[in-house]
């Protein structure tokens, strides 16, 4: 099945700079790849999304790239901001139309 | 419209005891996934399922975890015997069809004591 490693596991950055996180996955046939956030307490939600007929999406501070021929997908924060503390989490589909999750990033956004 | 719910909120059982949780999908969605989350951990997948096929079970950790789904509808987590270590937080997501956006619904904190 799709198998899904996520790094790093936690990234402490100062405010107002660029966070990077990056995800691999094994099964070349997955074609859905979201970003979920989820903060202390609450359930993951998702932020982002990247279907594997674009390279590369933005939505104001947050990007995601994909690199279809070496298997990985990254998310780009840039500007940050303490509110965006959280644990991150990629996933990618893989057989069986299913979602498999990375190990997630604990995020650390010092003011 | 309303989203994914869970049932109860937060369970306190004894070891040993049996407990059920309680899924209720979005509306229309096919796909509907349990996790387990440990405190600070990943998400653990348990079990899937996709409209009348049979449910990807793989993740199940022991024989004392069963899940079900009624009329393509709502899912009922089965924790037979449970032990300390099942303590954490069982979360339910649905999506439309497997491939899409996964909601996940609030989770059922489980403490066994």
């Known amino acids: 099945g799709e198998n899904v490693e996520q790094h790093p596991s936690t990234l402490s950055v100062q405010e107002g700079d660029s966070a990077v996180i990056k995800c691999t996955y094994s099964d070349s046939a997955s074609n859905y790849f979201p970003w979920y956030k989820q903060e202390l307490g609450k359930r993951p939600q998702l932020i982002i999304d990247?279907?594997?007929?674009?390279g590369e999406k933005k939505d104001q501070r947050i990007a995601v790239t994909l690199n279809k021929t070496a298997k990985h997908f990254s998310l780009h924060i840039t500007e940050t901001q303490p509110e965006d503390s959280a644990v991150y989490f990629c996933?990618?589909?893989?057989?069986?139309?299913?979602?498999?999750f990375g190990g997630g990033t604990r995020l650390m956004v010092k003011p | 419209g309303a989203g994914v719910s869970q049932s109860p909120s937060n369970k306190v059982t004894e070891k040993g005891k049996d407990v059920e949780l309680r899924c209720d999908p979005i509306s229309g969605h096919t796909a509907l996934y349990w996790y387990r989350q440990s405190l600070g951990q990943g998400l653990e997948f348990l079990i899937y399922f996709q409209g009348n096929s049979a449910p990807d079970k793989s993740g199940l950790p022991s024989d004392r975890f069963s899940a079900e789904r009624t009329g393509g509808s709502v899912s009922t987590l089965t924790i037979q015997r449970t032990q300390q270590e099942d303590s954490a937080v069982y979360l339910c997501a649905s999506s439309f069809t497997g491939r899409e956006t996964q909601y996940f619904g609030p989770g059922t904190r489980l403490l066994v004591l």
């Open positions: 996933a990618a589909t893989g057989a069986g139309n299913m979602l498999t």
């Open positions: 990247i279907r594997s007929n674009v």
